[in-house]
């Protein structure tokens, strides 16, 4: 049962150069064309005037032409790198021309590239034909695209460990052990004739067991890797002169909602992203939560209670110097199976009214939500405040390299674990060894997509449509 893997093929057929801009818009110090294909160099060379030969991997001073004519008056001065084929990111010849970045020149220096010859590269491309040249596997590109959008230095460091392979290194050895149990099966299968002995069901069951460990910490890992890649909303509820906008100033840690004595100053949802250990994190202000009769304070609750439906994580606000209300008590009782934290804020007053600041404890306790008291003003359990609050977004899941950060990653381990486990009930039913190896080569399938070796042309163009052009 020989395996149809889709493994993308390199061929001839690259016979196009493309170009691109691969600097954002707008002015700056420096901007880039990007070319790459076989007619790069030959391009390059009529949109500048070298003032020495291009050299693999060396950069070189050149004068931008105004015109595809060597007799043309210079427009800028540039530097210029050339890479040779296949030593280059994607594989073909490439060139980059890094002028100054003023959108005219760069502009010009693309427009004559197409007149010459070039095409406008799609977005992604640059990035897909390394891709296709072997250059890196597809979790290594996805890693480039994730980098690029990073805002927290933690996403930073993870696309930078997946950039380096983090990801395949971790999945390599599974893959191969459950390559060898295929190979063993196969063998069994068609060199029965030949004295070669069929694998033992006790065998197989164990091999089976030791390749599902790893796959599910694996599985795992997603909780704290979709979170570090996509971040989360929390929402900061509570009734009106809670101390809501204090905290969530402090977890900003400037002065971003403004905060007065007065009940209801909070009319509308004051946002603000953060990172806390590297988790992106977008804070939400609410106006107050109670019965009003004013329309702009109305509309104010109403987008709150929006906020708290969409929000990934909920942070009820309460007062140490108050007793729970029946507002907050309904709103403690509708969130005890969703992720939420109770702040017991002004603990710093409530030495005279312990009783008060106990009882708000026992109450989040009994909906099993953990209850911190803090002090916005003095900053006591502040920082508590936060641990909980990463802990919760991760569900404990520790920092790990190799972590999965998207859905796809998920959804591929998930099917490679649904056919190991399929496996594992074929095996123990004494089912043949032919209807095994269906589920064990579609568990190999799931963990080469991940890689790219059995990727469909679909999601490929799905994945490289999102980068920007010139990447």
């Keep these: 049962m020989a395996m149809e893997s889709k493994v993308p093929e390199i061929t001839a057929a690259i016979v196009d150069t493309i170009a691109a801009i691969s600097t954002p818009p707008g002015r700056g110090g420096i901007g880039i064309v990007r070319l790459s294909g076989p007619q790069a160099a030959s391009i390059a060379a009529q949109l500048i005037r070298l003032r020495q030969p291009l050299e693999h991997a060396h950069a070189r001073l050149a004068e931008v032409l105004d015109e595809n004519d060597a007799n ?14 296949p030593n280059s990111y994607t594989g073909d010849e490439l060139v980059e021309i890094a002028a100054h970045g003023s959108p005219v020149v760069l502009d010009l220096l693309l427009r004559r590239a197409l007149s010459l010859g070039a095409r406008l590269a799609n977005p992604g491309e640059f990035t897909e034909r390394a891709f296709l040249a072997g250059k890196l596997d597809l979790t290594q590109a996805e890693a480039i695209r994730d980098l690029i959008d990073a805002q927290t230095l933690t996403q930073a460091r993870q696309a930078a460990s997946q950039m380096g392979g ?39 069951a164990r091999r089976i067991a030791q390749l599902v460990p790893p796959l599910a910490a694996l599985e795992a890992s997603f909780a704290r890797g979709r979170i570090v890649h996509d971040g989360l909303t929390m929402a900061i509820v509570g009734r009106p002169n809670a101390g809501k906008s204090s905290l969530f100033n402090r977890l900003v840690e400037r002065d971003r909602a403004i905060v007065t004595a007065t009940p209801g100053t909070t009319r ?20 107050g939560l109670r019965e009003t009769f004013e329309e702009v304070e109305q509309l104010g609750i109403a987008r709150s209670r929006e906020a708290l439906a969409d929000a990934a994580i909920v942070l009820v606000v309460l007062d140490a110097t108050q007793p729970l209300n029946h507002e907050e008590r309904s709103l403690l009782a509708a969130l005890h199976d969703r992720p939420a934290l109770v702040a017991i804020n002004k603990s710093d007053l409530a030495d005279n009214v312990s009783d008060a600041l106990r009882a708000d404890q026992s109450a989040a306790e009994e909906l099993e939500l953990q209850a911190i008291a803090t002090s916005a003003l003095t900053g006591n359990g502040i920082a508590a405040l936060r641990n909980r609050i990463v802990a919760l977004a991760t569900g404990g899941a520790a920092a790990e390299p190799g972590l999965l950060t998207n859905l796809r990653h998920q959804q591929a381990v998930a099917t490679a674990r649904t056919a190991m486990e399929d496996a594992t009930r074929a095996n123990a039913t004494s089912i043949p060894h032919e209807m095994i190896l269906l589920d064990l080569y579609r568990a190999l399938w799931a963990l080469d997509s991940l890689t790219g070796q059995t990727t469909p042309d679909d999601i490929l163009n799905l994945i490289f449509s999102t980068f920007c052009i010139g990447k």
Aim: no cysteine.
């Design 166 to 204: 983090a990801l395949s290194r971790r999945v390599y050895p599974t893959k191969q052990a459950l390559v060898e149990l295929i190979a063993l099966l196969e063998a069994g299968i068609d060199f029965a004739d030949d004295d070669v002995d069929v694998t033992p069901q006790s065998e197989i």
């Design 268 to 287: 509308d949802l004051v946002t603000e992203r953060i990172s806390l250990e590297g988790i992106p994190l977008e804070l939400v202000d609410t106006a």
């Design 72 to 85: 043309s008056e210079r427009i800028d001065e540039a530097m210029v790198t050339w890479f040779s084929a």
